[in-house]
Nanobody
Framework: QVQLVESGGGLVQPGGSLRLSCAAS????????MGWYRQAPGKQRELVAAITSSGSINCADSVKGRFTISRDNAKNTVFLQLNSLKSEDTAVYYC?????????WGQGTQVTVSS
């Protein structure tokens, strides 16, 4: 069973930055889509950004210009750089990946933006 292991969450002040990472637990020949979702308390889980193996990116309007998604295909790892963080970015951030026609989720990492 493939696992997605996330890291990089934490507490940061408004305007600050964080970098999230998500890596597959085993060597996989190719992962088509990797992305990040988030879920704030009392809200539905929503797409933040996703990237295909060829580099095509889909990004939520609310984070455009502030967040950047990237990936290292050789290491089966996806990154999310979060800049200019706002209190409304506070949420649990989940990694999601399409591997061999199945979707997998990470366990989630908490991002809290507060002064």
């Amino acid at each position: 069973q493939v696992q997605l292991v996330e890291s990089g969450g934490g507490l940061v002040q408004p305007g600050g930055s964080l970098r999230l990472s998500c890596a597959a637990s085993e060597r996989i020949f190719s992962i088509n889509i990797m992305g990040w979702y988030r879920q704030a308390p009392g809200k539905q889980r929503e797409l933040v950004a996703a990237i295909t193996s060829s580099g095509s990116i889909n990004c939520a309007d609310s984070v455009k210009g502030r967040f950047t998604i990237s990936r290292d295909n050789a290491k089966n790892t996806v990154f999310l750089q979060l800049n200019s963080l706002k209190s409304e970015d506070t949420a649990v951030y989940y990694c999601k990946a399409l591997i061999r026609s199945s979707w997998y989720w990470g366990q989630g990492t908490q991002v809290t933006v507060s002064s």
